[in-house]
C-alpha cells in the first residue's frame, strides 16, 4: 500500500516537513482541473484516505523526523474537499500534542469551499493556511485553473478568500509559446495579481513556477530572474515573498 506521507524533505519556505496526502493514492479529487497538474489524470479515480490510516501513518513518519519544522496537509486531492477535514486538523493536532511536537501546521488548498463555515473553524487551527492564486481575472481563471461548477465566478471566487483575515498565497506562473492561450506569465495578469494581493492583504506570498509539463504542451517555467523582478514589486506592496525558482524536473501525461 503506498504511503500518505513524503518526506521529511526540506525547502526555505517550510524548513524540514512532511507532506501528507488527503487523497488516497493514486486517487484523490479536486474542484478545479488546472492545466499544469500533474495529478489531473490520478483524480480522475476519485478518493481520499481514511482519517485513521492518515494519523497511523502520520505517527509512525513522526517517529523517525526528529527535527521536524512542518507538516504540510495537500496531496493529490484538495484537502478542503475531504469530508473529514475537520476531523483530520483535529487529530493532527492532538497528535502533535500527544507526541511534544513543535512542528507548525499548515495546509494548501484552492480555497474553493471557503464559504462553508465548518472549514472556514477547521482553518482558524491550522498554523498556516495557503491559499492557491495563479489568475487575476475570470477569463484566464476558467481557462487555466478550470473551475468547477462550485465556482460560479472568479469575483465570487474572491469574496471566498476574503472571508480569511489574512491568508498566505501560493502563485504559480508559467509562460506559454502557444499564442498566449495557456500561460499567466503576461503583463495584464502580474498587474491584476498586484491589485489583488493588495485588497486581499496576504501575510505572506510564495512565487513558484511550472515544475511539471504536460507532454507535448508549450508551456514553459518562467526564469528565476523573471520570478525575482515580480517579488520586487510584491515586497513594494510591503508583503513578505519567497521565491522557489526551481524549474521543470519532468513531464507527466493525461
Ligand atoms: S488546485 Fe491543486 S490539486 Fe486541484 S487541479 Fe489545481 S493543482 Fe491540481
Known amino acids: 500500500m503506498q504511503s500518505l506521507i ?3 524533505m526540506w525547502n526555505h519556505r517550510l524548513g524540514t516537513y512532511l507532506k501528507l496526502n488527503l487523497g488516497n493514492p493514486p486517487g484523490g479529487g479536486c474542484s478545479w482541473d488546472c492545466v499544469y497538474c ?3 489524470s490520478q483524480r480522475r479515480r476519485c478518493g481520499f484516505a481514511s482519517l485513521d490510516r492518515l494519523l497511523e501513518d502520520l505517527a509512525l513518519s513522526l517517529k523517525n523526523s526528529a527535527s521536524l519544522e512542518t507538516v504540510m496537509l495537500t496531496g493529490n486531492a484538495d484537502p478542503f474537499l475531504h469530508p ?3 476531523d483530520i486538523v483535529q487529530g493532527v493536532r492532538e497528535l502533535r500534542s ?4 513543535k512542528w507548525a501546521l499548515h495546509c494548501l488548498s484552492n480555497g474553493s469551499t471557503l464559504d462553508r463555515n465548518p472549514v472556514l473553524c477547521a482553518c482558524e487551527k491550522l498554523d498556516q493556511l495557503w491559499l492557491k492564486l495563479d489568475c487575476s481575472e475570470e477569463r484566464l481563471f ?3 485553473n478550470r473551475p468547477s461548477g462550485t465556482a460560479r465566478s472568479f469575483a465570487e471566487h474572491v469574496e471566498k478568500i476574503k472571508r480569511l483575515s489574512s491568508p498566505a498565497i501560493q502563485t504559480m ?3 506559454c509559446s502557444e499564442a498566449g492561450t495557456m500561460g499567466n506569465w503576461t503583463t495584464e495578469n502580474l498587474r491584476g495579481l498586484l491589485e489583488l494581493y493588495k485588497v486581499l492583504k ?3 506570498i510564495y512565487l513558484t513556477t511550472m515544475q511539471y509539463r504536460k507532454n507535448g504542451s508549450q508551456m514553459s517555467s518562467v526564469d528565476g530572474a523573471g520570478l525575482q523582478t515580480f517579488a520586487l514589486r510584491v515586497e513594494e506592496l510591503g508583503i513578505p515573498v519567497d521565491v522557489n525558482e526551481s524549474g521543470l ?3 507527466f501525461s493525461g
Open 84 to 86: 473529514e477535514f475537520a
Open 6 to 8: 513524503r518526506g521529511p
Open 202 to 204: 496576504p501575510s505572506r
Open 142 to 144: 476558467r481557462q487555466l
Open 38 to 40: 500533474p495529478a489531473r
Open 173 to 175: 506562473l508559467w509562460n
Open 98 to 101: 500527544k507526541t511534544n511536537g
Open 249 to 251: 524536473v519532468g513531464m
